[in-house]
């Protein structure tokens, strides 16, 4: 199933399904994702996609493809390397990125695979990690690279978590319906051009081993985001250096999932 949060036209916050007979309306879902709903026959138009789920926490994970920390010329890790982000962060699809007016001249676009918590995961095996997964959408960890390499002395959290800087959705496809995670065509499109073409085949560690890693001594909520992290293709790498400046458009897109799009604005 693919679960959408949206502004319904009489200005309801609900949860449902996008209508494949009707674009722009949805089956509006009763209850909790996180714990018990169901689909109703209530239709109801669509005046604003936010971001799929409220999360209490938003993890992310560097240099997580095989091709990412090459580019990077940084040694691959032996486990998860995490991060955190600020929930100030999220805006939903449609939503500007905004370039801070503190001064980050360097601002990237990463795509990638979210994963949305279930239910409360402590400890939990890879074998069973995938059972505390509700599903998944699609993720930008939009960052302030002069921030995160250098005013900040590579501690990653401040150049992360400026407001707009978590991008997520449209939508959380379920896992019944994404039977391998680590199976996915994942791109970032800047302006029209493709800049990262990858497949989550390339992470260094399945999503199994990443929800069972992070669950070690720490509580995954539910509705916990993990950012998994991002392919090779990012702006700063490149040769000269691309940066997403005003007036710039980024897509997100991970087959089985949808596209994910924001504009890119100056702070004012």
């Known amino acids: 199933m693919k679960i959408i949060r949206f502004i319904s036209g009489r200005d309801e916050k609900l949860h449902g399904t996008p209508d494949p007979a009707a674009p722009g309306r949805a089956r509006v879902i009763e209850g909790d994702i996180l714990t018990r709903f169901s689909l109703t026959d209530r239709v109801e138009t669509i005046k604003k996609i936010l971001t799929p789920v409220e999360p209490p926490n938003i993890l992310a994970l560097g240099f997580s493809y095989g091709k990412h920390a090459g580019e990077t010329e940084s040694k691959a890790p032996e486990s998860p390397v995490l991060f955190i982000k600020g929930t100030n962060t999220l805006i939903g699809p449609g939503d500007a990125i905004l370039l801070p007016r503190v001064g980050p001249d360097e601002v990237d676009y990463e795509a990638e695979l979210a994963i949305v918590i279930g239910r409360r995961a402590k400890n939990v095996s890879v074998k069973e990690a995938l059972e505390y997964v509700l599903g998944y959408t699609c993720g930008n960890d939009v960052s302030a690279r002069d ?73 995954l909520l539910p509705g916990t985001v ?24 980024i897509t997100i897109a991970i087959e089985k999932i949808g596209e994910l799009t924001n504009p890119v604005e100056n702070e004012t």
């Open 147 to 219: 921030w995160q390499m250098v005013k900040q002395k590579k501690q990653w959290a401040r150049g992360k978590s400026f407001d707009t800087f978590c991008p997520l959705g449209p939508c959380i496809v379920t896992k019944d319906e994404v039977p391998d995670p680590n199976n996915l065509r994942i791109q970032s499109i800047l302006n029209g051009k493709v800049m990262q073409d990858s497949n989550t085949s390339d992470m260094l560690f399945s999503v199994a081993e990443i929800v069972s890693d992070l669950s070690r001594s720490m509580t």
């Open 226 to 249: 993990i950012m998994t992290g991002t392919p090779e293709g990012v702006g700063f790498v490149r040769k000269p250096p691309v940066f997403m400046r005003h007036g710039d458009v």
